[in-house]
């Protein structure tokens, strides 16, 4: 049995996200190694020196034997065929995810019986670009990594978890399932849902509008740019939370539309937003010291501390 | 009579815009001078070497008696009061202006007795800053510029302030105001609308989901950081093209919004939203060569050469 601080990690799936991983990992020291489902990505991979393949049989053999710490780094969509495999090859080793939504991926975990060593995980970090060419060791650094404290959440596991966060260059936000799915809604699938919309006004204006289309344009719609399979693997399993504030902003943007018709006034709109941007400029993070994983009421603390804006800088 | 090419420029209103405009067009080797309304302001420009100060008339009888090319860059609100003084102080310059819309503009200038040598134009650059601190004589490197070709547009007038946007750094974007405003509208109104109403539905999640929020929330939101009475006076005054292109808005995110709920599917405004993107991210500038300025059908050909994207980068 190896320490936790030098147990190997497994990553599954190497694009953008796994992908980077397996290098901050490795740049951090870990033992690592990786399966990749396209030969082209795998392959990719090992040109750059990862031990990356196409065989995630031998791959989790190899999890089990060494009890690594197994990272499930593919779309929703490919979550289920994954946990059948770790189900049946390494069921022992601890897991976590990096996928985007967290609700989901407790769900098919709990199915396939592996909820006792599961952690889940999201790192909030990523380009509009994806696939092993666009991977970066450096892309957790100074990132905010979210990171499961459900009930029932085991301590050691957990803090495996949060230690390769951590040894990534990242902070970590303790925050449950739900929570964390309804906040990703707001930040992360709303601003891909509004910006796919602002990049098709802007289009059906012609080549005389995209012509004229200055930065506010630009970065309002950058996140358009990422793969359409990706930019619905990451907001449609997390439907329920993003139809929420889809709706609420669907009231916001008729009330301003109503004012502009009625009075030619953004008055109430134009308040709201800058309150809120300014709000999220000063927004400072605070440090959680002294964190007992294990210790009793860790989790209703660590949930309490999240919620407040609170993250993890280091363990113990 | 000074040539046009050496023809002064006086610039009233020197916040990023305008200050900007008459650093740029100093360093070009232009003679300018400035009016600014607040005293700080002015007296924020004197201390950086340029001559501005809070006396309008004075600053337009020396505008008169030079020649000189005035460039009204104050905020729509405030433009009626500068043309009433410019109408009576200094009638017979020729002049442009750097304002958001064009259609309000014109009217006013009409109104106000001035339309003969009226030419309007609109730089696309900004930042979320204002005011004197913020200006840059760099600002309009390698923007675009959209400068009027309504009918009746005066050719010499028309082409001193090509001239003036050409030496600040900028190509042109031959554009009438109606179409301006409608294609403004896209791709910079709704953006700075969205912005607002994306801001807001991330502070509603509170420090946990503005604790997680990383890149597409920072730039969804960016604009949101503009000052509220700017944004309101950028988007309000453009309220016709403005409403109609938040409809069409509306109803593309109510039917996301339905598909979502009926079938967890965003796929056609995914696939909708990133043909746009990538079609804005191909759109290519070609420049418009031969302008003839006062030649027969020289409006309308420039007019059909900038809906097709085209630019005007040198003048012969």
């Not at 085991?154 to 230690?163: F, I, L, P």
Request: charged fraction near 20%; aromatic fraction near 4%; include cysteine.
């Amino acid at each position: 049995m190896t320490s936790a601080k030098n147990a190997p990690v497994c990553v599954l799936g190497t694009g953008l996200i796994g992908g980077s991983l397996l290098r901050a990992a490795a740049a951090a020291g870990y033992d690592g190694w990786g399966y990749n489902r396209s030969a082209a990505g795998a392959q990719a991979a090992r040109a750059d020196g990862f031990d990356v393949t196409e065989d995630l049989t031998t791959t989790l053999r190899r999890a089990a034997e060494t009890d690594a710490l197994i990272v499930v780094a593919v779309p929703m969509p490919a979550v289920g065929h994954i946990l059948s495999a770790i189900a049946t090859f390494a069921p022992g080793c601890t897991l976590t995810d990096v996928v985007s939504v967290k609700e989901p991926v407790a769900a098919a975990v709990h199915a396939h019986g592996l909820a006792d060593r599961y952690v889940g995980g999201h790192p909030m970090a990523g380009t509009a670009e994806s696939g092993w060419a666009a991977t970066d060791p450096e892309l957790f650094r100074d990132a905010v990594w979210a990171i499961g404290v459900d009930e029932g959440t085991h301590a050691e596991s957990w803090s495996r978890v949060v230690r390769l966060a951590l040894d990534c260059g990242a902070v970590v936000v303790p925050v449950v399932a739900a929570e964390h799915d309804r906040a990703v809604a707001r930040i992360s699938h709303l601003p891909h849902v509004l910006a796919e919309a602002l990049a098709a006004a802007g289009a059906a204006g012609g080549e005389l509008a995209l012509g004229l289309a200055a930065g506010s344009f630009r970065d309002g719609t950058r996140v358009a740019g990422t793969a359409p399979d990706l930019v619905r693997a990451i907001c449609e399993p997390n439907s329920a939370a993003l139809l929420e504030v889809l709706e609420e902003t669907l009231r916001v943007l008729g009330s301003a539309r109503d004012s502009l018709r009625a009075e030619q006034s953004l008055a109430d709109l134009v308040a709201t937003g800058h309150d809120a941007r300014k709000r999220y400029e000063s927004a400072r993070r605070w440090e959680i010291t002294d964190v007992r994983p294990g210790a009793s009421n860790w989790l209703e603390d660590l949930r309490a501390a999240g919620k407040r804006g609170g993250v993890i800088t280091r363990l113990g």
